[in-house]
């Protein structure tokens, strides 16, 4: 007998990529995530970066706090940490954050290639030895996979990431955990689907809404850059 799934329901989802921002909107974006999720990996790009455990420690506060102010019962909605890989994250530093059980990945961003990157990652050289760390600790490491040579056309950057950067990352740290976030082109699609159970991908309903098109057509859309 072959068995139909017709439905699937999901009570209470968790979200895999929530920026919460900080300051005075902490309290709104915070509500308003506890309305839809029971968990969310919390994006570490602030204004400095969480590149720290203590850092990570006194986000999460800040977190539960504006929880309480939206008056989100105790316990409703679960803050998942992240620390911001830098030039100069230490082994060391994750290590501690593992063992804190506070922070749940670490965020890889290319210096330049989004919003408040620019304390990212300049060269991967500078980072196969914690990669090495967080391969061995077990920790994922969430990827903003483009890349920032200005060569590069900006649509291609994600395939040009995927293509010449990834394996590198991947080769250096062998066991790595790897999320490749927010992927919008078929070849990185491609590229965790032939990769091994390492890694995963997500993906980001509002990329597969809009192209080119909606930003350029009829005059240039900022809005709809991401």
Known sequence: TRLTMETLTLRRPDDFHHHLRDGAVLKDTAGAAAAQFARAIVMPNLVPPVTTLKDAQEYKGQILNALTQAGV???RFTPLMTLYLTDDTKPEEIKLAVQSGDVHAVKLYPAGAT????AGVTDYKKVYNVLGAIAQQGLPLCVHGEVTDPSVDIFDRER????NKL????SH???LKVVLEHMSTREAVEFVESAG???????TPQHLLANRNAMLVGGLRPHWYC
Do not use: D, H, Q
Request: charged residues 10%; glycine residues 12%; without cysteine.
């Open 160 to 163: 040009i990431f995927v293509k």
């Open 173 to 175: 740290a062998p066991g």
């Open 73 to 75: 019962p105790e316990g």
């Open 167 to 170: 394996p590198e990352l991947l």
């Open 197 to 203: 159970s390492n890694v995963a991908g997500t993906i």
């Open 115 to 118: 919003t408040n990157s620019a």
